[in-house]
């Protein structure tokens, strides 16, 4: 500037997020990547916090913890979508059930719900009452992030949820949820109905805080066959769909249940943008599945992650080929599994950013 006396402007990003860009069907140059379960324990950095703040709930309701951990993965790999780290569980407490995540055993419970009165001490949840560092955290990454990369958020589903806080907590067999399902579906409806409307005021609550997409994940959804899932899923996924589509029309919301291959077709009919594929189905024969409206998100196996830099490489450019250009997410088809190797992480982001279409 003249004379010193103009300061530089500050550059600032103008342009959407890559990942917008792509669920919307835009001209893009390379599919945006980032990879579920991004922050955590594969990371050093994640577990050097975890000695210092080993409960999993203190990491993941302090605003400070949060985005630090968020951010853990952005500065270290680039990833096109930085996902806030928390949990689908953390909404639980300020419904009125109460819960833990333990180290070995994952979350717990304390008191599992199994009546129609269990059901009816569940509270409507208020998320700027309950997880008010939710919101500030989201704001923080939004500014920290700018528009070089999508904040994303995410709810549980209503089964998904429902199933841990009737099974007590992880399951093999999905028993006590199931005989709630086939001999009282009234109750684990009107539980349902609970997290629908509660998700729903969730994500709505995320996005207003700086959240630009939001991932529902129906991990256990697929416990179900077709005709119950149709029953107690679908319609609570559309409702979600559907309140927060109301107010936030332009907001992609993306799917995720895995080992969805037997409901591919179904899952569009739930409004959702984008739908998240495991990797047991061919990205291939998925896209054509699931019609051109929707984006699809997927879908490498994250054993892969395990195999050569070659492998990996070579796996990346399959997904990508078989999705076709444009309206797709690469990422994983679940969560990063811990022992990962990071230099594989860091590898599995370079080799996807150089690509080109
Ligand atoms: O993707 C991200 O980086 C965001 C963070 C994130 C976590 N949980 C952090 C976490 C996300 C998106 C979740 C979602 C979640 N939580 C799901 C849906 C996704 C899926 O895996 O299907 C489910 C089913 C849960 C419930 C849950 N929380 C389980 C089954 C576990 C594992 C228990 C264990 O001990 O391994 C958790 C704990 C949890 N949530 C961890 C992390 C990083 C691991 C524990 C830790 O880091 O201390």
Not at 17 to 41: F, S
Not at 58 to 79: A, G, M
Not at 259 to 276: A, C, I, M, Q
Request: charged share 20%; with cysteine; glycine share 8%.
């Amino acid at each position: 500037a003249i004379g010193g006396t103009v300061a530089e402007p500050k550059v600032v990003s103008a342009a959407e997020p890559l990942l917008l860009n792509a669920v919307r069907g835009e001209d893009v140059e390379r599919p945006p990547v980032w990879l579920m379960r991004q922050a955590g324990r594969y990371m050093k950095s994640y577990q050097i916090i975890c000695e210092k703040y080993p409960s999993f709930r203190q990491r993941s309701e302090n605003v400070d913890l949060v985005v630090e951990i968020s951010l853990q993965p952005w500065k270290v790999f680039r990833p096109d979508g930085v996902i806030l780290f928390s949990d689908i569980l953390t909404p639980l407490s300020g419904m009125n059930i109460p819960f833990d995540i333990v180290k070995g055993k994952g979350p717990v419970i304390f008191n599992p719900l199994c009546t129609a009165t269990d059901v009816d001490q569940v509270r409507e949840f208020v998320p700027a009452d309950s997880v008010p560092y939710v919101g500030e955290a989201l704001t923080i990454l939004r500014k920290e992030v700018d528009n070089e990369a999508a904040v994303l958020g995410f709810v549980g589903a209503p089964f998904t949820l429902a199933s841990y806080v009737v099974e007590g907590g992880s399951s093999k067999h999905f028993t006590k949820i199931k005989r709630l399902a086939f001999s009282q579906p009234k109750v684990l409806h009107a539980l349902l109905q609970k997290f629908a409307t509660s998700m729903a005021k969730y994500v709505q609550y995320q996005a207003d805080n700086g959240a630009q997409a939001v991932q529902i994940f129906d991990s256990w959804a697929t416990e179900l066959s077709p005709v119950d899932f149709e029953e107690f899923s679908l319609p609570y996924l559309k409702q979600i769909v559907d309140i927060v589509k109301q107010t936030h029309p332009n907001l992609p919301l993306i799917l995720y249940a895995s080992g969805s291959g037997g409901l591919l077709e179904r899952l569009p009919l739930t409004g959702v943008d984008v739908v998240s594929l495991d990797w047991t189905v061919d990205m291939a024969e998925g896209r054509r599945r699931l019609g051109t409206d929707v984006a699809v998100q997927g879908n490498v196996d994250p054993g892969v992650l395990f195999g050569s830099k070659e492998f990996i490489t070579s796996r990346i450019n399959d997904t990508v080929r078989k999705a076709g250009k444009g309206k797709h997410i690469l990422n994983l088809g679940h969560g990063i599994v811990v022992g990962t190797p990071e230099e594989n992480v860091a590898h599995f982001f370079e080799v996807a950013k150089g690509i080109r279409y």
